[in-house]
């Protein structure tokens, strides 16, 4: 398990020169004009954790399996998309299908690359993005909420909760907010709401794309755009997308002093995954034996069976108990056969929840 980030923004933003440099492949054409990208691609890349290398090499483990995060380049949205406009139904549609939306905003002066707008302005680009998403998802509402609302009032439970958590949505809708800011008050109106797909309720990640001289501290721009953040309980990384495609490049081992040139101690990608990751509030547990070592992700809040279950449904039916060791204890330690000596590796059950770099083991029927 992963989670997949639809990358979004106007066109000539610099969407698919980093999406190419994510995926580390020339899947998606980079090029000056709008709508060079007309079929979303998509790429997965592995998630780089140096705890899998240590418990790998501790448990002289054969194979290294990252887990994976998926990216999906979209075509560039224009004024208008809600109604159709350019590629706006392919557009909203490809929204619909992610966990979350990486907007990418340009956040550099460059005369040779068109802005559709001829300026350039991070938080009016935000909007316009932001807007059109509001209106479809108004649109949407404004025809599905009175017919709740009518169902409610005949005694249907099922349509109540629907009026009750959607009407909500759509209030925030027409005071101009996203629908993300809705409160859903208990579990079945979470579900209803998370069931209704809207395209404003997606957690948003805001990559500020600046100049190669930027990359380390941002610029006046991407400043702008962590305060829009902040005000929103969003979340902002800045990203040089040429320095990201010319690391894609290059050979591993390389990569690092390259880095430290430019003022910079991580590249873009582990930056987003950080961001993502807490956007999304996953975490990652540990399988680790001779043949392999494994990183798997999971939702903040999963018990031990549905950890079970990321690995194989069966596991999560059939849910014994897992063997678990905290990472911090197995690495100290020196491994399994040790941490279990010294009282570390535990019996959890079916209510245990999963912490962070949990090295697990699940016994099952």
Known sequence: MGFRCGIVGLPNVGKSTLFNALTETAAAQAANYPFCTIEPNVGNVAVPDARLDKL???AGSQKIIETQLGFVDIAGLVRGAS????????????IREVDAVVHVLRCFENDDIQHVDNKVDPIADAETVETELMLSDLESLEKRVPAFQKKAAQGDKEAKVAASVLGQALDLLREGKPARLTEPKDAD????FRQAQLLTSKPVLYVCNVNEEDAANGNAFSARVFEKARAE???????SAAIEAEIATMPV???????GELG??????ARVITAGYKLLHLLTFFTVGPKEARAWTVDDGATAPNAAGVIHSDFEKGFIRAETIAYDDFVSLGGEAKAREAGKLRAE???YVVKDGDVMHFLHS
């Open 264 to 269: 910079l101690e991580e590249t873009g990608l």
């Open 189 to 192: 109106e979470e579900r209803v």
């Open 83 to 94: 109604k159709g406009e350019g590629l706006g139904n392919q557009f909203l549609g490809n």
């Open 253 to 259: 081992e390389d990569r690092g002093e390259f880095l």
């Open 349 to 351: 059950g079916k209510t």
């Open 56 to 58: 790998a090499a501790i």
């Open 233 to 239: 309980g969003a979340e902002a990384v800045v990203v």
